[in-house]
């Protein structure tokens, strides 16, 4: 871009008559400052990234820092490789091809009709104004209206399907019905290979055949295999995820964390009851766990002190015999003839074991001498319990977990659960979201860090080049306009907000600045040789319509084939190019409208800055 602006300046000086090698020279000087300002902006906008922490940070610093030293780079042969190659290599001819006339005549009719509608503009400061806080407005609701998730399931072929079985079931459960939970992908046509085993839990990896012999997408294949799964396994809970292509360690399902601060777990149970109860309600929620459900079995002993109080027992005899007689004791060593020494231990019968009748064949002696059954002192009786116990954050909760259906967006799911979740909860409880909600709060929250600091380094940049703490304001007007139609290109070819759009977002801010640079840059040289402000954004928007439009042409042209791309990990190469596209369309356009008006109305507040001021006092 840097090369593109330079070479035209050269051609335009050539055009009013200067020889190459004059052109070369004065039009490089003449746009060494914006040369050296759009190099800055752009290398701001991608140095935060490398600078923070977290998924955004871990997926694009490589990406950042190579964008960044390459601008570097552009920029520094911009101004030198590129003006000398103008000074030796553009030739004057006065026979231009019949071609390159047609082109230079339609620039320039596109360049009077500008002008014409920009004089209009000149005189509408109002509706320009108000055109300009309906778009921010459509842009407000297209961002509402957009799904937003962590990132685009990327059909990378491969699904990791896990099965939990009931509780307590062994291996030999899982073996007698693994024929039946490989029939739910070996049927499917999409399916290539389907590798199962077993460990702990039955586990298959699926690896789908490739993608020029298949119809279905990943999304649909998954969706297919989770309703046949529900028909045709009754005893397991199948549950399907896409294996990551770039190996990230991303959590692909809601956790949901309920805490209590008085300790009750019984109140905990019954809400996470309730909770589970409003998850699987959720169309876009399949195979929703409890952490506290009471699917473990139990046995409870307890130990009457009453009765042992009044039988004459002394309670460490019935104790003794419980560990003696339950537990196993060792009571000696047998050293045998043949060298060997072999322990004795004390134990019942390990088959006796399984029946708690056994207690009444226990015996412990009284102070009187009389022999009395230890089911007389003991009880013990079968229960169910949570299968684990959890804590979070130091506090007694209840994790729900589940599955995302394919279709279903993330924030979707989180608007559901703020607006339910409070009505089922105590004034002890609370909630926390882990998982998938929870990565791309972080993420959401990590982003707007970045566009912050991304504005506020150009801002402070832009105010240190042009010494102005105005005109970096104007330049940065046209931000939440290029916005807009990265967010109205999302909508119509119905993408979602992820970190692939925000980060094409992030970079939309540098390459758009760079419009309002060359135009207020140029404006205020034709104010310091005496126009007046209209007549200097009339004048500069005149001269750098050329640049501006090669650029942007530049720049777009690049970025449709990511629009365009298709096939497997195309999802976030569209979606950067998507947001580039459409962002700069409608930033170059509003650019070439929004600044030279403003760079008018803010002609008073000019006059006023400081910094300013102070550049005309030195002088």
């Known amino acids: 871009d840097e090369s593109i602006v330079v070479v035209e300046n050269c051609y335009r000086h050539i055009e009013n008559g200067e020889t190459p090698f004059n052109a070369a020279i004065k039009g490089c000087q003449e746009i060494i400052f914006p040369i050296i300002a759009m190099t800055l902006t752009l290398a701001a906008v991608y140095l935060p990234i490398g600078l923070m922490s977290g998924l955004t940070a871990d997926l694009f610093r490589q990406f950042s820092f190579t ?20 000074a030796y290599l553009i030739n ?7 071609w390159f006339s047609r082109v230079e005549h339609a620039l320039q009719q596109l360049n009077d009709m500008y002008i014409k509608e920009l004089d209009k503009r ?9 055109a300009a806080v309906v778009l921010i407005g459509l842009a407000g609701i297209a961002y509402w209206q957009l799904p937003k998730i962590l990132l685009p399931a990327e059909d990378s072929g491969f699904i990791d399907v896990a099965s939990n079985g009931p509780t307590g079931v062994g291996r030999q459960y899982h073996l007698n019905h693994n024929a039946e939970l490989n029939g739910v992908m070996d049927e499917h046509p999409a399916v290539g290979a389907n590798l199962s085993y077993i460990e702990g839990e039955p586990v298959n990896h699926v690896l789908l055949k490739p993608w020029g012999e298949r119809s279905e997408g990943i999304d649909e294949v998954i969706s297919d295999l989770m309703t046949k799964s529900k028909e045709s396994v009754s005893a397991y809970n199948m549950s399907f995820s896409i294996r990551s292509a770039n190996n990230l360690s991303i959590a692909n399902n809601l956790r949901l964390e309920l805490t209590t601060l008085d300790r009750n777990k ?52 019935v104790t003794n015999a419980l560990s003696t007689f339950l537990g196993s004791v ?43 059954p230890l089911s007389q002192f003991v009880s013990i009786k079968q229960t169910t319990a949570e299968s684990n116990i959890k804590t979070f954050m130091g506090l007694d909760s209840a994790e729900l977990t589940a599955d995302v259906m394919p279709g279903y967006s993330t924030d979707e799911i989180k608007a559901y659960l703020d607006e ?23 993420s959401q929250a990590g982003t707007q860090s970045l566009f912050l600091l991304a504005l506020v380094f150009i801002y402070l940049i832009l105010a240190a080049q042009f010494e102005s703490f ?45 419009h309002g640079i060359l135009l207020v840059e140029f404006a ?87 910094l300013a001021r102070l550049r005309s006092a030195k002088a």
């Not at 909630?431 to 972080?442: A, E, P, T």
């Not at 104007?474 to 759009?501: E, H, K, R």
């Open 67 to 86: 964008l960044a030293a390459a601008v570097m780079i552009s920029g520094v042969v911009a101004l030198t490789l590129s003006p000398m190659m103008s």
């Open 92 to 98: 004057t001819t006065e026979q231009q091809p019949k």
């Open 122 to 130: 000149f005189t509408r400061k109002r509706l320009m104004l108000g």
């Open 266 to 317: 019984d109140e905990l149970n019954d809400t996470a009851a309730k909770v589970q109860k409003l998850l699987e309600d959720y169309p876009g929620l399949n195979n929703v766990g409890n952490s506290v459900l009471r699917d473990q079995l139990r046995y409870d002993l307890s130990i009457d002190r009453n009765a042992i109080i009044l039988s004459g027992v002394s309670y460490g005899d």
């Open 330 to 372: 060792k009571a000696a060593d047998l050293h045998a003839t043949d060298g060997f020494t072999y322990p004795i231990q004390v134990q019942v019968n390990l088959d006796k074991l399984s029946d708690f009748k056994v207690l009444n064949k226990l015996y412990v002696t009284s102070e009187s001498g009389q022999a009395l």
């Open 420 to 442: 339910q979740l409070p009505t089922l909860l105590n004034d002890a409880q609370g909630f926390k979201y882990n998982g998938v909600v929870k990565d791309l709060m972080d």
């Open 470 to 514: 105005v005109d970096p304001l104007i330049i940065l007007l046209t931000v939440p306009l290029c916005i807009v139609g990265a967010l109205l290109t999302l909508t119509l070819f119905g993408q979602s907000v992820n970190i692939y759009s925000q980060i094409g977002l992030l970079t939309l801010v540098g390459l758009v600045t760079k």
């Open 524 to 610: 205020n040289k034709q104010q310091y040789q005496g126009l007046s402000a209209i007549e200097a954004a009339r004048s500069s928007a005149k001269s750098r319509l050329r640049p501006i439009l090669m650029t942007s042409l530049t720049m777009i042209l690049s970025a449709i084939p990511l629009a365009l791309a298709s096939g497997p990990g195309s999802l976030g190469l569209a979606n950067i190019g998507l947001v580039l596209v459409g962002g700069l369309l409608a930033g170059t356009f509003f650019s070439l409208f929004v600044v030279p008006v403003a760079y008018v109305a803010m002609a008073e507040l000019k006059a006023k800055d400081v």
